[in-house]
């Protein structure tokens, strides 16, 4: 009888043993970092890479940029349109409402906590239904590429003076967009800068263009008349393309270099 007993005392410490083998651990039998986990990856707004030269991801107010350091500038990288605010307007004749997106106008400091804002970052303000008008402060030198492309709800821009660079497709697709004004201080219009601004009617640059990108105004339906400049050496191709309501755009003598089809499908130009 005790041979039979101790077995099954044996037999219920294994069985036991066993079930604890069998469960699976939580959290609290670990002393777990979450950090760990992430490994070297750290993304917290403002923090130092590449030996303190720069300051990557800061945050002032909605608008996120990176900071250099050694060239004390900032180059405004991101802004936060947080939840689209959606407004129900009544239709004319009709007992539905329709929703519509509230739009808000932007006015890009010139200098964040006494450093000069300097630079708009590739896609900065990109792909948005909100943004109806943007001032871009005086020293702001550079904007990036299709840092306004999609801005489905653009009418007005203010550029400043003191800018010397446009990227391309900065403000491709922007059908609302109706008025552009280039500052002087531009010499080259790069490709695709206003593809279809289907609504762009009023377009002035200074004499100081020397060229004007592929397709920098293509399918810019709206646009009746432009003035070329002075300097202007060199249009590329279609940069005018199907831009159906132009009926005026006289080349300077300068302008040697023109694309065979820098104006195709111009229906309306020279009647």
Avoid: H, Q
Avoid at 62 to 84: R, S
Avoid at 165 to 179: D, E, I, N, S
């Amino acid at each position: 009888m005790k041979k039979i007993a101790l077995i099954l005392v044996f037999a219920l410490l294994v069985m036991t043993f066993a079930a604890c083998g069998n469960a699976k651990p939580t959290d609290d039998d670990f002393d777990i970092n979450p950090e760990e986990l992430l490994g070297n990856k750290n993304e917290n707004p403002g923090e130092e890479k590449d030996d303190g030269k720069i300051k990557y991801d800061c945050v002032y107010e909605k608008y996120t940029y990176n900071l250099y350091v050694e060239e004390n500038y900032i180059e405004i990288t991101a802004y936060d349109f947080g939840e689209e605010i959606v407004e129900e307007v009544p239709v004319v004749d009709d007992d539905e409402e329709e929703e519509t997106i509230a739009t808000i106008d932007i006015k890009i400091p010139a200098k964040i906590d006494g450093v000069p804002v300097k630079k708009i970052a590739t896609g900065a303000f990109a792909k948005n239904e909100v943004v109806a008008s943007v001032e871009i402060p005086e020293g702001v030198t550079e904007i990036a590429d299709e840092a306004f492309w999609f801005s489905k709800s653009l009418e007005s821009v203010k550029l400043p003076s003191t800018l010397t660079k446009l990227g391309k497709r900065v403000f491709a697709y922007c059908p609302a967009l109706t008025a552009l004004a280039i500052p002087a201080s531009i010499t080259e219009i790069p490709a695709g800068l206003c593809t279809e601004c289907t609504a762009l009617v009023d377009l002035t640059f200074g004499n100081k263009v020397t060229s004007i990108g592929d397709a920098a105004f293509a399918y810019c339906v709206s646009l009746e008349t432009v003035n070329l400049g002075t300097a202007l050496t060199t249009v590329g191709a279609g940069a005018f393309k199907w831009c159906t309501s132009l009926t005026k755009a006289t080349l300077p003598a300068t302008a040697k270099d023109v694309a065979e089809d820098a104006f195709a499908n111009c229906t309306a130009l020279g009647k």
